[in-house]
């Protein structure tokens, strides 16, 4: 099961929200390409990057921060540590700037809701590269930055995109994100049961228990999950959580 360092960029700036609002931002570092080579260094095997200001704006606003990431993640040897990304981007052309820009994946969340048609589009364009993003309370997905909560059921939704072609779910309790109150295991697992996709778990995760039941229900199509507050304040030991989740 991968542990996913989680980098927020907001005007330029690694930072980590509670619940979504902007105003309650933290910044931990003014360089993110200094941070993606620290998480790189200590062996994460995958990136996750959101660009905030873009996820607001519905247009990319972050993408020399991201550059800096990017070009933090390429190895020497040829081994780049892929990342995925997601935040405003709404278009076929914005994403394969991306992706021509060294990014593996495409997360897209609002636009996914919001108009179908644009991930189908994208998972045809560019198969193999886009993952959806549903963020949830109570079952039901919230779009916007989570400014708004539709009526959409999240497993009803996942099984549709599932169908057009994406890679994996990157599920979110917008209950519990950066609260570090602990993934809510049942909701995770009750949707990758529906599912024949993996998925990522997101929200709330908080120390090193958490990764242990999470492992324990990694057989249900639970592929990893997104580390962000807690990797950045202590509570979680990253290099621990990864020796855990390698078996080593």
Known sequence: MLIIPAIDIKDGKCVRL????????????????????????????????????????????????????????????????????????RDLETIERYLDDGITWIVIGTAAVKSPGFLHEACDAFPGHIIVALDAKDGKVATDGWSKLTGHDVIDLAKRFQDYGVEAVLYTDIGRDGMLSGVNIDATVKLAKELTIPVIASGGLHNLDDVKKLQAVEEEGIMGVIAGRSIYEGTLDFKKALALTQGS
Request: glycine share 14%.
């Open 18 to 89: 509670q619940q979504g609002e902007m105003q309650s931002a933290t910044v931990f570092s003014d360089q993110p390409g200094q941070m993606a080579a620290k998480w790189k260094e200590l062996g994460a095997q995958r990136l996750h990057v959101v660009d905030l200001n873009g996820a607001f704006a519905g247009k990319p606003k972050n993408e020399t921060a991201i550059k800096q990431i990017v070009s933090a993640m390429q190895g020497e040897d040829g081994e780049d540590i892929p990342i995925q990304l997601g935040g405003g981007i």
